[in-house]
């Protein structure tokens, strides 16, 4: 191993006498190395460049396009939005709208049937009270005869007579039924 290091300094001694500067290379290592820029340099701008600048223009290309959808994605979610604000706030209108007419009907109802109630109580009472009535002139002829005829009798008792004759017996009916009338 030691021959090695040996040999090693003795190559870099000889490159060391051989060119003049440590930043200067040797005219024959900077021609090739130019000439090896310039090929590379050709085959990156020939080959390379042209293929990165394809992918840059399709990928800018596939941006653009994106940001495009998106923009009509959102133009088209806004006008959705303002649409079923827009149904919205009407559905609502629509609803109040309901609301008040159905309070309107129910209170037209109401004085319908209050209205009916009013004139089927006006009814019941109008027939009830005919009903009393004729009730009450069936109940005064029957009075009227069963009295009658308990008048004649107790007159009769009291007169010491029978009062057979109709004309004369509806008279004292008649008479003793005005009297009774008048006392009330």
């Known amino acids: 191993m030691h021959q090695a290091f040996l040999l090693a300094a003795q190559v870099q001694a000889a490159d060391e006498h051989s060119s003049g500067s440590i930043l200067l290379p040797a005219w024959p290592d900077l021609l090739w190395g130019t000439i090896s820029f310039?090929?590379?340099?050709?085959?990156?701008?020939?080959?390379?460049?042209?293929?990165?600048?394809?992918?840059?223009?399709?990928?800018?290309?596939?941006?653009?396009?994106?940001?495009?959808?998106?923009?009509?994605?959102?133009?088209?979610?806004?006008?959705?939005?303002?649409?079923?604000?827009?149904?919205?706030?009407?559905?609502?209108?629509?609803?109040?709208?309901?609301?008040?007419?159905?309070?309107?009907?129910?209170?037209?109802?109401?004085?319908?049937?209050?209205?009916?109630?009013?004139?089927?109580?006006?009814?019941?009472?109008?027939?009830?009270?005919?009903?009393?009535?004729?009730?009450?002139?069936?109940?005064l002829v029957s009075l009227r005869g069963e009295v009658g005829s308990l008048a004649l009798d107790l007159a009769g008792g009291v007169v010491g007579e029978t009062l057979s004759d109709d004309a004369r017996a509806a008279g004292v009916v008649d008479r003793f039924l005005k009297d009774l009338e008048a006392s009330r």
């Open 38 to 139: 310039l090929i590379v340099l050709a085959v990156v701008a020939w080959k390379v460049l042209p293929s990165v600048n394809k992918m840059l223009d399709a990928r800018g290309e596939a941006i653009e396009g994106g940001l495009k959808k998106a923009e009509e994605a959102q133009a088209q979610a806004d006008a959705a939005l303002q649409s079923y604000t827009d149904q919205l706030a009407e559905a609502r209108a629509e609803a109040n709208r309901i609301r008040e007419q159905a309070r309107a009907d129910g209170t037209k109802i109401i004085a319908e049937l209050k209205e009916q109630a009013t004139v089927e109580a006006d009814r019941i009472k109008v027939n009830a009270m005919a009903q009393i009535e004729a009730e009450r002139s069936a109940a």
